[in-house]
């Protein structure tokens, strides 16, 4: 039982470590003899009616001075173009262009993001998800950190604000994920490509470099572009960096549990790298790791026995501690037993079904 306890020891100081060790975006402090550098901000768009309102007035809401919007509608069948024309109101800052026919061997958001970079005038390219918000100086201190820390590729995870039930359990496990087991001192400061984690809500690059390693087109194919994107930059020898965002960006992913589901479902078993080995072994890892203190737990309070209370009460302030840096709701990390075992259905229902060559639904588009 003291193994098990030093276990939970462990991992606590490494999340306290990641925590201190992932940066923040820094304070803008402009050149006034430099120009600033222009920022193109790259929206791919499928359907997203119930987002336009939110992403047009953050967007319309930023400070920084030089930047252009470019929002592809990706043959949209709702609302969508006409809710973009009713918001932008003729703002010369935003150009709509139309996407083009889904091209064999490509997924949607892919081909999409790569027709965004093409009609894209910027130094930067900040590709961000419909479902995003930013704050008003977001743009400032993006470059700022990423000047700084000579990133050229620049992302992070985050604010995730949760309605129904299943998001509040899954999504936040995201930033536990990162906190918890990504090396994040080597993660941004080796080029090791398997050390890397990027969230495609949120990825500033500099257009350049973005360009010399073929942007979009080299993971054309990819389910988890963003990861498969960071790890290219990183196969080629340049920077990229993971840092805390969540103090300027939110998140609205998903709206129904179903979305949640199969949204996960899509994702999942890919970014295990289709590793059934994997799947098991982290559900064995998650059952000891985040279900089985509470049994132990509970034991513990009738016995009077610490060393079984202790494991269950380091886990939840390792929880604790996570959804604070990530500006998580306040006594969500009181459910990390449930959101494991639903992770861990997650995890054998996305891979059941690549077994079963069922593939995937999003977007009204099918995937394999």
């Given at each position: 039982?003291?193994?098990?306890?030093?276990?939970?020891?462990?991992?606590l100081?490494?999340?306290i470590v990641?925590?201190?060790?992932?940066?923040?975006?820094?304070?803008?402090?402009?050149?006034?003899?430099?120009?600033?550098?222009?920022?193109?901000?790259l929206?791919?768009?499928?359907?997203?009616?119930?987002n336009?309102?939110?992403?047009?007035?953050?967007?319309?809401?930023?400070?920084?001075?030089?930047?252009?919007c470019?929002?592809?509608?990706?043959?949209?069948?709702d609302?969508?173009?006409?809710?973009?024309?009713?918001?932008?109101?003729?703002?010369?800052?935003f150009?709509?262009?139309?996407?083009k026919?889904?091209?064999?061997?490509?997924?949607?958001?892919?081909?999409?993001?790569?027709q965004?970079?093409?009609?894209?005038?910027?130094?930067?390219?900040?590709?961000?998800?419909?479902?995003?918000?930013?704050?008003?100086?977001?743009?400032?201190?993006?470059?700022?950190?990423?000047?700084?820390?000579?990133?050229?590729?620049?992302?992070?995870?985050?604010?995730?604000?949760?309605?129904?039930?299943?998001?509040?359990?899954?999504v936040?496990?995201?930033h536990?994920?990162?906190?918890?087991?990504?090396?994040?001192?080597v993660?941004?400061?080796?080029?090791?490509?398997?050390?890397s984690?990027?969230?495609?809500?949120?990825?500033?690059?500099?257009?350049?470099?973005?360009?010399?390693?073929g942007?979009?087109?080299?993971?054309?194919?990819?389910?988890?572009?963003?990861?498969?994107?960071?790890?290219?930059?990183k196969?080629?020898?340049?920077?990229?960096?993971?840092?805390?965002?969540?103090?300027?960006?939110?998140?609205?992913?998903?709206?129904?549990t179903?979305?949640v589901?199969?949204?996960?479902?899509?994702?999942?078993?890919?970014?295990?790298?289709?590793?059934?080995?994997?799947?098991?072994?982290?559900?064995?890892?998650?059952?000891?790791?985040?279900?089985?203190?509470?049994?132990?737990?509970?034991?513990?309070?009738?016995t009077?026995?610490?060393?079984?209370?202790?494991?269950?009460?380091?886990?939840?302030?390792?929880?604790?501690?996570?959804?604070?840096?990530?500006?998580?709701?306040?006594?969500?990390?009181?459910?990390?037993?449930?959101?494991?075992?639903?992770?861990?259905?997650?995890?054998?229902?996305?891979?059941?079904?690549?077994?079963?060559?069922?593939?995937y639904?999003?977007?009204?588009?099918?995937?394999?």
């Amino acid at each position: 039982m003291i193994y098990y306890m030093l276990l939970f020891i462990f991992m606590l100081l490494l999340t306290i470590v990641n925590i201190k060790a992932m940066p923040k975006l820094k304070r803008y402090e402009p050149d006034s003899k430099t120009p600033q550098p222009l920022i193109s901000i790259l929206i791919p768009m499928r359907n997203e009616e119930r987002n336009v309102k939110r992403i047009i007035s953050s967007i319309k809401g930023l400070t920084y001075s030089n930047l252009e919007c470019v929002i592809l509608d990706d043959q949209s069948t709702d609302q969508t173009r006409t809710q973009l024309l009713k918001e932008i109101h003729g703002d010369p800052r935003f150009t709509i262009i139309e996407g083009k026919e889904l091209r064999e061997g490509w997924v949607g958001k892919v081909h999409a993001c790569h027709q965004l970079s093409q009609a894209a005038n910027g130094d930067y390219l900040l590709f961000v998800d419909a479902d995003v918000e930013l704050k008003e100086r977001t743009l400032e201190h993006t470059l700022a950190t990423a000047q700084a820390t000579k990133a050229a590729l620049l992302t992070g995870f985050p604010r995730f604000p949760v309605k129904t039930w299943l998001e509040a359990l899954v999504v936040p496990l995201q930033h536990v994920v990162v906190f918890s087991y990504l090396p994040v001192v080597v993660a941004n400061r080796n080029k090791m490509s398997k050390a890397s984690a990027a969230h495609g809500a949120f990825m500033f690059i500099k257009k350049e470099t973005y360009e010399a390693v073929g942007g979009h087109e080299a993971v054309k194919s990819s389910l988890v572009e963003d990861v498969h994107l960071a790890q290219l930059f990183k196969q080629k020898k340049h920077r990229v960096i993971l840092a805390n965002i969540t103090s300027h960006v939110s998140c609205y992913m998903y709206e129904t549990t179903e979305e949640v589901w199969n949204g996960f479902a899509k994702n999942i078993f890919v970014g295990l790298g289709r590793s059934a080995k994997a799947v098991w072994v982290l559900s064995f890892f998650f059952a000891c790791y985040y279900v089985l203190p509470l049994p132990f737990f509970i034991a513990g309070i009738f016995t009077g026995n610490m060393l079984w209370i202790l494991p269950f009460c380091i886990m939840l302030f390792q929880r604790f501690l996570i959804d604070r840096s990530a500006q998580q709701k306040g006594l969500l990390f009181c459910t990390m037993p449930a959101s494991a075992i639903v992770l861990m259905l997650l995890m054998n229902h996305s891979m059941k079904r690549e077994r079963k060559k069922q593939g995937y639904e999003w977007k009204g588009r099918h995937y394999q």
